[in-house]
């Protein structure tokens, strides 16, 4: 089962791209098509939204703490 975390907006469109968490596996996955068209296990992929979205929480747990 999925759960939102974030929504990412395109650097480029006006496009909104949805974050999501797997809740079993703790794996992020985006709608962007960069994601979704990767050929590698969920697990190991990446998009600049979601790089984006980790850069964000690392920022904020740095402050948080």
């Keep these: 089962m999925l759960e939102t975390v974030s929504y990412a907006q395109s ?4 496009k909104k791209y949805e974050i999501k968490r797997d809740k079993e596996t703790g794996n ?3 709608n ?3 994601w979704r ?3 590698k296990p969920a697990k190991f ?3 600049k939204h979601i ?3 980790l850069e964000d929480i ?3 747990w740095k402050i948080v703490q």
């Design 51 to 53: 790089t984006r979205f």
């Design 28 to 30: 992020l996955v985006c």
């Design 11 to 14: 650097f480029t469109t006006d």
């Design 45 to 47: 992929r990446r998009c």
């Design 37 to 39: 068209f990767q050929k």
């Design 32 to 34: 962007c098509p960069a």
């Design 58 to 60: 690392g920022v904020l």
